[in-house]
């Protein structure tokens, strides 16, 4: 049900991208950010990756740094079997 709920959010967020809606696309992205939180740790990663790309896309640069800065240290999280260097990277 959350990963349904995400991608309904991601996809949002890139339509109003398209249409230039910034501040609409970043509310969509904050509801995005609560689903994350919620998400086992293995999809957390994938997740930042895809919050820090469409932060990016809606011009909210320091919000998409800090996505890219979690991802790879949910990576190397203790519960993570094979933290995988270069995957953090």
Known sequence: MLVTQLE?????????AIQKQSLE???F???AVYFHL???SEERIQQCS???????????HCKSAFFRRVAPVQRA???IPEP?????Y
């Open 8 to 16: 309904a959010c991601f996809e949002a967020v890139r339509v109003l």
């Open 25 to 27: 696309a970043s509310k």
């Open 29 to 31: 992205l904050q509801n």
């Open 38 to 40: 919620r998400q086992r």
């Open 50 to 60: 895809i919050l820090s790309e469409l932060y990016e896309l809606i011009g909210f």
């Open 77 to 79: 999280a203790p519960g």
């Open 84 to 88: 995988g260097g270069k995957t953090c």
